[in-house]
């Protein structure tokens, strides 16, 4: 009892914490927002729609993060069997599945405008919503009943090995043929082949993504946490009171020297 106590003042304590990050992001996304809408001007070829950008990477480059965090997390927890690692991976793994779910929708849309089809068959779409459903797979992992421990480290087996998709979607439009665009960012060339105004809001845009990314990570992963502290089974109450009982009846009565 005096554990939890002690977690969930600490918690409480890194809740508030949170509160300038919160506002961090907040007033980058809207930094972000003016240039990408006023600032930075419209496409040449694609017109408006190019302006789906500012969110379509930004939101795959936060999934990215995420699901290195779940990688790395996972592979703690199968090391340490943490909570903390574990807790952290679940609202990683969270935020990914979230924005990779944005980034099929931004890109239904962009592809829509360009290709003038909301699918295609494509290698970036296909092995995108694949990282999507194992994501979303290990979320299932972690949801499973059963013993805490057990479905931790189930579950951080799968998160270390999804890893793998996630540079497999990255660099799908260099190794086959595509209809999707080559990289804007982390491309091969040093270069970005864009404006230097459409460049600053896009990297804008990825800042504010990231901490904001990053709050929730911190607020989800503290509310799992308490969760996880404040909640305790029968059987653990039941034997933590039949302990001491047990103590008492085993231990050996003296009588006065």
Same mark, same amino acid.
């Given at each position: 009892m005096r554990d939890s106590a002690h977690l969930s003042a600490h918690l409480t304590h890194r809740d508030r914490r949170g509160v300038p990050l919160g506002l961090l992001a907040s007033a980058t996304a809207l930094v972000a927002a003016l240039l990408a809408l006023v600032v930075a001007p419209p496409d040449a070829l694609q017109g408006q729609a190019q302006r789906l950008m500012y969110v379509h990477v930004p939101s795959a480059w936060t999934a990215f993060l995420a699901f290195g965090v779940v990688s790395v997390t996972s592979l703690a927890t199968l090391v340490t069997d943490g909570r903390r690692a574990a807790a952290v991976g679940q609202a990683a793994a969270e935020l990914g599945v979230a924005m990779t779910g944005l980034t099929l929708a931004e890109g239904s849309m962009w592809g829509h405008s360009a290709w003038g089809a909301w699918w295609a068959w494509d290698p @970036? %779409?296909?092995s995108t919503a694949l990282l999507f459903l194992l994501y979303v797979g290990y979320l299932a992992a972690r949801a499973l009943p059963g013993d805490p421990r057990r479905v931790r480290r189930r579950a951080a087996v799968v998160g270390a090995c999804a890893f793998v998709q996630v540079p497999v979607v990255h660099f799908s439009v /260099? *190794? *086959? @043929?595509? %209809?999707?665009? !080559? !990289?804007? %960012? %982390? @491309? !091969?060339? /040093?270069s970005a082949p864009i404006a230097a105004s459409m460049l600053v809001a896009l990297l804008v845009s990825l800042l504010a993504f990231s901490l904001g990314g990053l709050w929730y990570v911190r607020r989800r992963s503290a509310a799992l946490l308490g969760s996880a502290a404040g909640h305790r089974s029968p059987a653990a109450e039941g034997a933590a009171v039949e302990a001491p009982a047990r103590e008492l009846a085993t231990s050996p009565v003296r009588g006065p020297a």
């Open positions: @970036r %779409l296909v /260099l *190794w *086959w @043929r595509s %209809l999707h665009q !080559p !990289p804007t %960012l %982390l @491309r !091969p060339e /040093l």
